[in-house]
C-alpha cells in the first residue's frame, strides 16, 4: 500500500517533526537518505523506513511506501532522497567518561554538526550541550555529522550546575579563549588524561560566568592578523592536540 495524501495521519505527523517542539513531544526525528538510514539501522533506533513507492531496501524494519510528492513535503533537502526513516531519539548514557567536551551555546547548525565529528575523530567520551545551543535532532545538525551523533553519548544540561559536578568529580575543566591563557600546545600529557572542554558561541564566545569556573584557559596561537576562527575549526584544532 502507498499513502498518497498529504492529508494522511501519518504524513502530517512526519512533517511536524521538522519543528524542535513536535520532536520533544513525540522523542523522534528524521532522518533522510540511505548513509544515515544505515548509521541509525546499526544504533537500532529506527521506528519505521518511508520509502518512495517502487525503492527497496533490504533492512528488517517496518516501511511505509509514499509518493514523490509525500517525499518532497516531509523533506528538509533541496533534493530529497528516495529513502528516510523516522527514529527514536539517542539515549543518554550516564557513564561520562574521562574526555568531555562542553558546547556553550553554539548556534549554527553546521558548526555543531561539524563539531561532533571532529568529537567522534578525537575520541570524546561524552559532549553537553547546553541550555541554548542548536537542537542536536535539527535536520541541518543531523546531515552534518555523516551519521556520527549515532555514536556519540551526547547529554543536554544546565551548564553551571553541571560545572559545579565536575568539580566535584575532580575534573579540570578547560576555558577556549581568544585572549589569553596557555597555548593549548604547551599542555603536559598529564594535563591531557582527563579534562572537560568548553567551546563558546559563535559571537560571544564561552560566557564569564563559564569561564570563572574553569581551571586553565587554552588558546591556539596564530598569526596575530586573524582575530579568530570558526568555533568548529578552533574545537578541532583544540581537540588534535589534546588527543596527542
Do not use: W
Not at 519505521?48 to 524494519?61: D, H, K, Q, S, W
Not at 570563572?212 to 598569526?223: A, G, T
Amino acid at each position: 500500500m502507498v499513502i498518497t495524501s498529504l492529508d494522511n495521519d501519518k504524513v502530517k505527523k512526519y512533517k511536524k517533526l521538522k519543528q524542535r517542539k513536535y520532536r520533544e513531544e513525540y522523542n523522534e526525528f528524521i532522518v533522510e537518505g540511505m548513509h544515515l538510514v544505515l548509521e541509525a539501522y546499526k544504533s537500532n533506533l529506527i521506528v519505521e523506513l518511508i520509502m518512495e513507492e517502487n525503492e527497496a531496501i533490504p533492512l528488517p524494519c517496518p516501511y511505509t511506501y509514499v509518493t514523490r510528492e509525500i517525499i518532497e513535503d516531509i523533506s528538509t533537502m533541496d533534493t530529497p532522497p528516495n529513502i528516510m526513516a523516522l527514529c527514536k531519539k539517542i539515549p543518554e548514557q550516564n557513564d561520562l567518561g574521562k574526555k568531555l567536551l562542553i558546547l556553550d551555546e553554539i548556534q549554527d547548525p553546521g558548526n555543531l554538526g561539524t563539531i561532533l565529528r571532529s568529537a567522534k575523530a578525537f575520541d570524546i567520551d561524552t559532549i553537553i550541550l547546553s541550555e541554548n545551543t542548536v537542537d542536536l535532532y535539527n535536520p541541518k545538525v543531523v546531515r552534518a555529522t555523516q551519521g556520527m551523533l549515532f555514536h556519540l553519548n551526547i547529554i543536554n544540561k544546565e551548564l553551571l550546575p553541571f560545572l559545579d559536578i565536575l568539580k566535584q568529580k575532580e575534573i579540570p575543566i578547560y576555558g577556549s579563549s581568544v585572549d589569553y591563557g596557555i597555548d593549548v600546545c604547551e599542555l603536559e600529557k598529564k594535563d591531557k588524561e582527563k579534562y572537560a572542554l568548553i567551546v563558546g558561541n559563535e559571537g560571544n564566545g564561552v560566557r564569564n560566568s563559564v569561564l570563572e569556573k574553569c581551571d586553565k584557559r587554552l588558546y591556539i596561537k596564530m598569526n596575530e592578523s586573524v582575530e579568530s576562527l570558526n568555533v568548529a575549526i578552533a574545537t578541532s584544532i583544540l581537540l588534535y592536540e589534546l588527543n596527542k
